[in-house]
């Protein structure tokens, strides 16, 4: 699933250290997908050409203190984000499938050049799946016991 043409699903915790900075969680380089942080909102975005993006985000302020389990979702139309078990801030725009393109993966980094590049912070138990899953999928995969 590191180039997904259509549907995908990352999730993971987070816990932030400044969830001000611009920095890459998950970002499937070269414009493909990304799960990033940008001032004051996290992101999920989804290109399909440079001019088509889907991008769904919601406020950091949303995030509690410690660890936080994000879902981004893309259903190979919209983009969407889970934040604790609930659906979280704006959806994204409806596009068709997703960009595939060569490029990297990269977990904690965001390599664009834009921003902080290192995400600051830890990571625990990130996941990429080739399907959307439902929110009772990512419910599911939060409160497993480790």
């Known amino acids: 699933p590191l180039s997904p043409s259509g549907e995908f699903t990352i999730c993971g915790w987070f816990a932030f250290d400044n969830p001000a900075q611009n920095a890459g969680l998950v970002w499937k380089h070269n414009y493909n997908f990304a799960l990033y942080t940008v001032s004051d909102r996290v992101r999920c975005s989804v290109w399909n050409d440079p001019s088509q993006e889907s991008r769904a ?15 981004a979702v893309f259903d190979g139309a919209v983009a969407r984000l889970y934040l604790n078990g609930a659906a979280a801030g704006a959806e994204g725009a409806s596009i068709s499938g997703v960009r595939d393109r060569a490029g990297d993966l990269y977990i904690g980094m965001r390599p664009d050049g834009v921003g902080d590049v290192y995400f600051t912070g830890a990571m625990d138990d990130i996941r990429i799946y080739d399907r959307a899953l439902t929110l009772q999928e990512t419910e599911s995969i939060r409160t497993a016991a480790p």
């Open 57 to 71: 985000w919601f406020p950091t302020s949303l995030l509690k203190p410690g660890w936080n389990f994000i879902a």
